[in-house]
């Protein structure tokens, strides 16, 4: 009965002790203000960035490309740095080429691709500044910093056989091609001086060689000749045929007959000839009648008698021609009776025949 009154004195004890400690905490806690919650730390924008570089190992001076991707939300801003520097030891050997890659509701891709080259041995980096994503108002930097590529030295271990090469001027020497083939040219120049002068002299001397000396007679033979392959007559034309026939006529006798000439008339050139015993003057002046009856009164001829005239003109012209080369010969025999040399200014000769060829006495 005690034990049980003293457990209920001991729980009673018990139990104001606890609310007198329960009541000093509260009010503890009453007078104290109450703690501000904890700031939590702002999310940061989902960017993934990864590189690569193709090869990763090269020799100095070799190219590679260095392959740089980044990932980031839709609607954020890509800026890639602006590379000028082409001293470096990791420089550019071209312009950076950017693309797009895949995109979806939650970001995009975007690849930049940098062809580089290495000057420089050993493991290089590029340093290059950082590619900035811009999301709303936040810039989160990508480095590129690390980028770079192992370049390994292709002399040998031993230093002491490394042989530096000559140094190089810094631009070589263009040499013009005139300068190159000056002297070939100059030759070939000489050469075609050389021909073109040959060539010029013997020129002149074909021009220069005398022509080949003709008489009067022969000069009126080929004249008949071509007049006569004209076939004028054959054409119809008769009044040409013998107007042309008898021009032979006068010019073989104004080089025969020095007083004689084209210009003169019918009359006149009766007159001055006179009575010269190699002229058949019946004949010459048949002829000097019917031409001039064809040539001033418009005279009919018929064939037959075209052809007639032509073939008296021409016997005409061999008479006179024989009669000169009787005259010429019996004049020789009373001058050199021992056979010398005639004179050579003497009419008939072959001075006085070389005018026939300046002045021709043909058809044209």
Do not use: C
């Amino acid at each position: 009965m005690q034990r049980a009154r003293r457990f209920r004195m001991v729980t009673f004890v018990h139990a104001l002790l606890a609310m007198a400690v329960s009541g000093s905490g509260v009010s503890s806690l009453a007078a104290q203000p109450a703690a501000q919650p904890a700031a939590q730390p702002a999310a940061k924008p989902d960017v993934q960035a990864g590189m690569v570089t193709r090869p990763d190992t090269v020799t100095v001076g070799d190219p590679f490309t260095i392959v740089v991707r980044v990932r980031v939300p839709a609607g954020a801003q890509v800026l890639w740095p602006d590379i000028t520097d082409t001293t470096a030891t990791v420089a550019l050997r071209a312009p950076m080429l950017r693309r797009d890659g895949p995109a979806d509701i939650s970001g995009r891709e975007e690849f930049a691709e940098y062809p580089v080259a290495a000057w420089d041995t050993g493991q290089l980096a590029t340093n290059w500044p950082a590619v900035r994503v811009v999301v709303g108002g936040d810039t989160v930097p990508v480095s590129l910093a690390e980028a770079g590529v192992y370049v390994r030295s292709v002399l040998s271990v031993d230093t002491l056989e490394h042989v530096p090469r000559p140094p190089k001027p810094p631009f070589g020497r263009v040499v013009p091609w005139w300068q190159r083939w000056w002297s070939a040219l100059v030759v070939l120049a000489l050469v075609a001086l050389v021909a073109y002068l040959r060539w010029r002299r013997k020129r002149q001397r074909t021009f220069t060689s005398p022509p080949a000396r003709l008489t009067a007679f022969d000069h009126a033979v080929h004249a008949f000749d071509r007049l006569e392959r004209l076939a004028l007559t054959d054409a119809g034309e008769f009044g040409r045929a013998t107007t042309l026939a008898m021009d032979i006529v006068r010019g073989y006798l104004a080089v025969r007959i020095p007083v004689t000439s084209r210009a003169q008339t019918s009359a006149e050139l009766l007159t001055v000839m006179g009575d010269d015993p190699r002229v058949p003057i019946k004949a010459l002046i048949n002829l000097l009648v019917v031409t001039d009856a064809v040539k001033f009164a418009q005279r009919d001829l018929s064939a037959e008698e075209t052809r007639s005239i032509a073939r008296s003109a021409r016997q005409l012209v061999e008479d006179v021609e024989q009669a000169e080369r009787e005259r010429l010969a019996a004049l020789q025999a009373v001058l050199t009776p021992t056979g010398g040399p005639v004179d050579p200014d003497l009419p008939g000769n072959a001075r006085s025949d070389a005018t026939a060829t300046r002045e021709p006495t043909g058809v044209a």
